[in-house]
């Protein structure tokens, strides 16, 4: 059967997260359903990675197996009619080897995570990013941020529930942009790593916020990194902010 890689983006907030779920809708469920509309009994599709509830995407990579040997651009355009009106949009599409495997070839993912400080209310970017209400000291938290870079156990930065077999994780970049906001200020952050822990990255930004807030000195964000111990991370951001932002492979995938 012939291979496909899908590069897709949606907004999360309608949905359950990525995968598949019973009685609830998910990104996975309406793409499976997308393409079940062009095949009958296609395969279930696999994605570089399971986004939670709420959690959008810029660059999600899925592959799928078909019967037919579609034309890439036919079959991005297909499956994106039958997609509407959900809020998921196939964006790139490319044949592959049958042994490419979105979620065990990826050499790295990347995510993006907005917060924007401000006392109004967001409107335009309701549901797309995390609003705080206060000012927040940027050089501050990229200097909590630092103890973050490289290869470390990030216990406290993982979910209970988190069922990878290591917390040992090897953070790449770890980077944060300032953009001028209406009424506030964006901070942008870029994480890269070739694979995160579940909530790492909420979890990192979370605690990085009481840093630029001034609950917390950067210090303390190397104490809670050497704590192992979930109850030493700092709040959990909410999931609004987040993206998917791309995922890497040995050879790209698309033009």
């Not at 917390?167 to 001028?180: A, G, I």
């Not at 709040?235 to 698309?254: I, K, M, R, T």
Request: net charge neutral; glycine share 8%.
């Amino acid at each position: 059967m012939p291979r496909y890689a899908l590069k897709i983006e949606y907004d999360g907030g309608p949905f359950a997260g990525w995968q598949r779920q019973k009685d609830q809708p998910s990104v996975q469920g309406a793409i499976e359903a997308a393409l079940a509309r062009l095949e009958p009994d296609v395969p279930s599709i696999a994605a570089a990675g399971r986004t939670d509830a709420g959690v959008h995407a810029l660059g999600q990579v899925a592959h799928c197996d078909l019967s037919r040997d579609w034309e890439p651009f036919r079959l991005r355009e297909a499956v994106n009619h039958h997609l509407k009106p959900a809020p998921v949009a196939v964006v790139d599409c490319a044949r592959v080897d049958e042994a490419f495997h979105a979620r065990f070839s990826a050499i790295e993912r990347r995510y993006l995570f907005r917060l924007i400080a401000r006392r109004a209310p967001l409107v335009h970017d309701r549901g797309r990013a995390w609003r705080v209400a206060r000012d927040l000291d940027p050089e501050a938290m990229r200097a909590g941020a630092a103890h973050l870079v490289g290869r470390h156990d990030f216990t406290t930065f993982r979910a209970v529930q988190c069922q990878a077999a290591s917390p040992v994780k090897t953070l790449d970049e770890l980077r944060l942009e300032v953009l001028d906001y209406p009424g506030g200020t964006e901070f942008r952050f870029h994480l890269r790593a070739r694979s995160f822990l579940h909530n790492q990255v909420r979890s990192i930004v979370g605690t990085l916020e009481r840093v630029g807030a001034g609950a917390w000195a950067p210090g303390d964000v190397a104490a809670a990194l050497a704590a192992r111990d979930r109850a030493a991370c700092g709040p959990v951001s909410p999931p609004d902010g987040l993206y998917l932002a791309g995922v890497g492979y040995p050879e790209a995938l698309f033009d």
